[in-house]
């Protein structure tokens, strides 16, 4: 009997893990446990929510960062989330929105990247990478209208064409490629300008690393969702670079002296906004 499972699910093997569960075991998807009954009917639930991310180019590669701060309605969830992960060896993902159904989906797609490997023996092309997240958010819709939306940023190398890319969604599972740099979440229309006018040409990572905390600390200088660098409790954001060498989780300590840089020359300038 052991056997004859095994070999039935060797025969409808496939390369995508998440058509795999969708196939056998649908009730295990993200997006699959829609709230049911008057409560999914009334308003929204109060759940938390994860903002905001900002990714930009430099040159050589690709960087993204993401504050730490969750809210639920007016309540501070949380200040210690984390809202970029390493997706595979050569991209990153950054995720806004609910923050329970977000994590959820990465891990899934964190899986359906390594499974892909392990069926195919070769990585996923990276426009096969956001080909593949835009599937997964699609299949979020029905959450999504109930007001448990999911929208992240994708970034990588593209190791056939040697440079890194930028990748934003829509609700739908829309993709788009974005040049130079972008932002999603609330505090997203702050973070933009901040980056319009920050960020230039073939940044070192260095210079990539603090125009990202300028733009986070602008972002949370004007959102309340957004938490800015926390010198109290020693936080700081999350911050990945993926370049020919693969994804790197930026060091506490190189946080630590880009958040005070900032802190330190907006307090020597003295201005109100």
């Given at each position: ?7 039935q699910?060797?025969a409808?093997?496939?390369?995508s893990f998440?058509?795999?569960?969708q ?6 998807l993200?997006?699959s446990?829609?709230p ?10 109060q759940?938390p ?8 180019s430099?040159?050589?590669g ?5 504050d730490r701060?969750a ?11 984390e ?6 060896r050569?991209s990153v993902l ?6 329970g159904?977000?994590i959820?989906?990465?891990r899934?797609?964190?899986?359906e990247?390594?499974?892909?490997e392990?069926i195919?023996g070769t990585l996923?092309s990276l426009?096969?990478k956001?080909?593949?997240l835009?599937a997964m958010?699609?299949g ?8 448990l ?6 970034a990588g190398?593209d190791?056939?064409?040697?440079v ?6 829509d609700?739908?599972?829309?993709r788009?490629e974005?040049?130079e740099?972008h932002s999603?979440g609330?505090?997203s229309?702050f973070?933009?300008g901040a980056?319009k006018?920050?960020w230039r040409?073939n940044l070192?990572a ?6 990202a905390?300028?733009?986070?600390y602008?972002a949370a200088?004007?959102d309340?969702?957004?938490g ?6 020693q936080?700081w ?6 370049d020919s060498?693969?994804a ?10 880009a958040?005070?840089?900032v ?11």
């Amino acid at each position: 009997m052991q056997e004859s499972t095994a070999n039935q699910v060797a025969a409808n093997a496939t390369s995508s893990f998440t058509e795999h569960l969708q196939r056998d075991r649908p009730e295990l998807l993200p997006f699959s446990r829609s709230p049911q009954g008057a409560a999914s009917a009334a308003a929204p639930l109060q759940v938390p929510h994860a903002t905001t991310i900002v990714a930009m180019s430099y040159d050589g590669g690709v960087l993204m960062a993401g504050d730490r701060r969750a809210t639920m309605g007016n309540i501070i969830a949380s200040r210690h989330i984390e809202k970029v992960f390493p997706a595979d060896r050569f991209s990153v993902l950054g995720i806004a929105g609910t923050a329970g159904i977000a994590i959820d989906l990465t891990r899934l797609f964190q899986v359906e990247l390594e499974h892909y490997e392990k069926i195919e023996g070769t990585l996923l092309s990276l426009e096969g990478k956001a080909n593949r997240l835009g599937a997964m958010i699609r299949g979020n819709l029905p959450l999504a209208l109930q007001g448990l939306a999911v929208v992240p940023l994708f970034a990588g190398f593209d190791t056939s064409a040697g440079v890194g890319r930028l990748f934003s969604y829509d609700v739908t599972g829309g993709r788009y490629e974005e040049h130079e740099h972008h932002s999603v979440g609330s505090g997203s229309v702050f973070a933009r300008g901040a980056l319009k006018k920050l960020w230039r040409p073939n940044l070192t990572a260095a210079e990539a690393l603090a125009v990202a905390v300028e733009s986070l600390y602008d972002a949370a200088d004007d959102d309340s969702a957004t938490g800015g660098p926390d010198t109290v409790r020693q936080l700081w954001p999350v911050v990945y670079t993926v370049d020919s060498s693969g994804a790197r989780r930026i060091p506490e300590a190189e946080l630590a002296a880009a958040a005070r840089n900032v802190i330190e020359a907006r307090t020597i300038a003295g201005r109100e906004a």
